[in-house]
């Protein structure tokens, strides 16, 4: 009979079959650690400290994996996670290194930043920029009014205001602004439609996309559920977490944990 043989009998040197508590040739006892060894899957991904990144496609479709060994790894068009091709991504853009068994992501003063999905709702603060399909933007205070005279006496004719507390601007290639709305109450939509900034052609930005709020002298972004997500640019290192999705210039990926 064909045996799987996982024990070398101690005493004689001879294959104990497996479930077999004695040699069957010089009767010696098989330890009772053999007994309950089990073989195992082998792979370098059977590490509970590690973790790996999954390329999401333009379908929505996963794509290559990087498997993040190391205790630290360079995204950028040179590193250990190379991509040359895209233009948006600097030479030395993110780094994803291993802090207390943890994955942490860092932007390594990149040119464009590195964004992470938003989960429900996130506090932010004038200055940040967030992703929304595949609009980019910033969040401001309102200017500072500048309703004074010439020095011939005379006012700059002007649109009639109103109060706000902050607005949304929308940031182009090359960081200039394009559209610019004020808050008239406390909150700010962005949509494919009837929000308050839409975007009736970019087929990747949801009906009501995203929402920002003022709350005191603070704001929050909430995503509304959406299908592709609501995108945070990171200003210091974040932890990162299963399902976890970043996007650094135009790749789009996802954190997978072992553990």
């Given at each position: ?7 070398i009998c101690?005493?004689?040197m ?5 479930g077999?508590k004695?040699c069957?040739?010089?009767?010696a006892?098989v ?7 089990q ?6 991904m ?18 290559l994996s990087?498997?993040l060994?190391a205790?630290?790894h360079i ?5 250990q996670?190379?991509f040359?091709?895209d233009?948006?991504?600097s030479?030395?853009h ?5 802090r ?12 464009n930043?590195?964004?992470y999905?938003?989960?429900g ?7 940040d920029?967030?992703?929304?399909g595949e ?12 309703d ?7 006012y700059?004719?002007s649109?009639p205001?109103?109060?706000s507390?902050f607005?949304?601007s929308q940031v182009l290639i090359?960081?200039?602004l394009?559209?610019?709305v004020c808050?008239?109450?406390?909150a700010l939509?962005?949509g ?18 995203c ?5 005191g002298?603070k704001?929050r972004?909430t995503?509304?559920d959406?299908?592709?997500?609501t995108y945070?640019?990171i200003?210091?290192?974040t932890?990162l977490?299963?399902?976890?999705y970043?996007a ?7 954190v997978?944990?072992?553990?």
């Amino acid at each position: 009979m064909d045996q799987a043989k996982h024990y070398i009998c101690r005493s004689c040197m001879t294959g104990v079959a497996n479930g077999h508590k004695f040699c069957g040739r010089c009767g010696a006892p098989v330890p009772e650690e053999a007994l309950v060894l089990q073989t195992r899957y082998f792979s370098d991904m059977q590490n509970p400290d590690k973790a790996r990144l999954i390329l999401i496609r333009g379908d929505g479709m996963d794509g290559l994996s990087y498997h993040l060994k190391a205790e630290q790894h360079i995204l950028g068009r040179t590193g250990q996670l190379e991509f040359p091709d895209d233009e948006f991504i600097s030479p030395r853009h993110a780094n994803f290194f291993y802090r207390d068994h943890r994955l942490v992501i860092r932007d390594e003063d990149s040119l464009n930043g590195v964004y992470y999905r938003v989960r429900g709702s996130v506090e932010v603060a004038a200055g940040d920029s967030f992703m929304a399909g595949e609009q980019v933007f910033r969040i401001d205070l309102a200017p500072i009014a500048s309703d004074g005279v010439d020095p011939e006496g005379t006012y700059f004719y002007s649109s009639p205001k109103f109060a706000s507390t902050f607005r949304i601007s929308q940031v182009l290639i090359g960081g200039s602004l394009g559209m610019t709305v004020c808050a008239r109450g406390t909150a700010l939509t962005v949509g494919r439609e009837e929000c308050d900034l839409n975007f009736p052609h970019d087929c990747y930005v949801s009906p009501r996309h995203c929402t920002v709020e003022a709350i005191g002298s603070k704001f929050r972004l909430t995503d509304h559920d959406t299908l592709n997500g609501t995108y945070l640019r990171i200003k210091a290192e974040t932890p990162l977490g299963q399902g976890d999705y970043v996007a650094i210039g135009r790749k789009l990926m996802r954190v997978e944990l072992n553990a």
